[in-house]
């Protein structure tokens, strides 16, 4: 069976000002880099509120709304431009979040790439942070437990930033193991192993600055074993890039296989659970480019 690639042109809607590192080019280069691959190519569809409103309240909502320009640009934090095609945006990128959940429970592929920005990892429940404005992963998460009744969802974060919007969205939640390895020190200053969640569920892997993806991979391997017993229902993964040697935002020293082991090491810990991965973070176009290709390419094993 096929994976699923889901995707808009309302991506590139999303434009913030010249020098920007979260920019228009970061999906071209990604959409670039994964032609000829065989993939099942699906529209990124609107978020509905109600999946919006699991993880964000109507008043945030409305200031997302009323901060977007007509024309121009506005900050909705010192890091998050909004220009006038970014609410849309956000919300596809929301929504195919949601629709490839929806289509790998259906059993319609086994597993599914979000190809979507902005990214949405940072965003908490009423605080836009770090180019993030809706918490796409977490707002999938709510819908498979809420909407399709699950009972066990694994949520892994491989970007170089701690996935804190994540985190703090699903603190609470007893019904989903969260895992996220990130260069620490590093903005935005949390991801300490102290940070376990309100039931024990929340596993922070810190990488020291400078390490590489042999390290990362020894990380993983007892957090991977453990969800592997725990027989998640779904798996779905926040893939940021910008873990990279290449990339500007940061100091670890990744290279393009180790994305690819990486995501061979959690599919091979998700077993038969189907597997949704949305694109977060990753600052050097090539680096972005080949990463994400080697990542699309290891979920497609075994599922062609």
């Given at each position: 069976?096929?994976?699923?690639?889901?995707?808009?042109?309302?991506?590139?809607?999303?434009?913030?000002?010249?020098?920007?590192?979260?920019?228009?080019?970061?999906?071209?280069?990604?959409?670039?880099?994964?032609?000829?691959?065989?993939?099942?190519?699906?529209?990124?569809?609107?978020?509905?509120?109600?999946?919006?409103?699991?993880?964000?309240?109507?008043?945030?909502?409305?200031?997302?709304?009323?901060?977007?320009?007509?024309?121009?640009?506005?900050?909705?934090?010192?890091?998050?431009?909004?220009?006038?095609?970014?609410l849309v945006a956000a919300r596809h990128a929301a929504g195919g979040a949601c629709a490839a959940v929806d289509a790998v429970l259906a059993g319609e592929g086994t597993r599914a790439f979000v190809a979507m920005r902005p990214p949405g990892h940072h965003a908490e429940a009423a605080l836009?942070?770090?180019?993030?404005?809706?918490?796409?992963?977490?707002?999938?998460?709510?819908?498979?437990?809420?909407?399709?009744?699950?009972?066990?969802?694994?949520?892994?974060?491989?970007?170089?930033?701690?996935?804190?919007?994540?985190?703090?969205?699903?603190?609470?939640?007893?019904?989903?193991?969260?895992?996220?390895?990130?260069?620490?020190?590093?903005?935005?200053?949390?991801?300490?192993?102290?940070?376990?969640?309100?039931?024990?569920?929340?596993?922070?892997?810190?990488?020291?600055?400078?390490?590489?993806?042999?390290?990362?991979?020894?990380?993983?391997?007892?957090?991977?074993?453990?969800?592997?017993?725990?027989?998640?229902?779904?798996?779905?993964?926040?893939?940021?890039?910008?873990?990279?040697?290449?990339?500007?935002?940061?100091?670890?020293?990744?290279?393009?296989?180790?994305?690819?082991?990486?995501?061979?090491?959690?599919?091979?810990?998700?077993?038969?659970?189907?597997?949704?991965?949305?694109?977060?973070?990753?600052?050097?176009?090539?680096?972005?480019?080949?990463?994400?290709?080697?990542?699309?390419?290891?979920?497609?094993?075994?599922?062609?």
């Amino acid at each position: 069976m096929k994976t699923l690639l889901y995707t808009h042109p309302s991506a590139d809607g999303h434009v913030t000002p010249p020098g920007h590192p979260e920019q228009v080019a970061r999906l071209t280069s990604v959409l670039a880099a994964l032609e000829g691959l065989p993939l099942d190519r699906r529209s990124a569809p609107v978020a509905e509120d109600a999946d919006l409103l699991r993880c964000h309240p109507q008043s945030y909502l409305d200031l997302v709304a009323a901060t977007v320009p007509a024309e121009g640009f506005a900050d909705l934090d010192p890091e998050t431009s909004v220009a006038p095609g970014s609410l849309v945006a956000a919300r596809h990128a929301a929504g195919g979040a949601c629709a490839a959940v929806d289509a790998v429970l259906a059993g319609e592929g086994t597993r599914a790439f979000v190809a979507m920005r902005p990214p949405g990892h940072h965003a908490e429940a009423a605080l836009p942070m770090g180019f993030c404005i809706f918490g796409n992963v977490a707002i999938a998460a709510k819908r498979a437990l809420d909407y399709h009744g699950l009972e066990r969802v694994a949520v892994l974060d491989f970007d170089v930033h701690h996935g804190n919007g994540t985190q703090a969205l699903l603190w609470d939640e007893p019904r989903v193991r969260f895992v996220s390895s990130q260069q620490m020190p590093l903005w935005p200053g949390t991801g300490a192993p102290s940070e376990q969640g309100a039931h024990g569920q929340i596993v922070n892997l810190p990488l020291r600055p400078g390490s590489d993806g042999t390290a990362a991979r020894a990380a993983w391997a007892s957090p991977l074993q453990r969800m592997a017993d725990w027989r998640p229902q779904l798996v779905l993964i926040s893939a940021g890039f910008d873990a990279h040697a290449d990339d500007p935002l940061a100091a670890l020293e990744w290279s393009d296989d180790d994305f690819a082991a990486l995501t061979r090491a959690i599919c091979a810990a998700a077993g038969k659970a189907p597997m949704v991965s949305c694109l977060e973070g990753g600052y050097d176009l090539a680096a972005l480019g080949r990463s994400a290709r080697a990542h699309v390419e290891a979920l497609q094993e075994e599922t062609v």
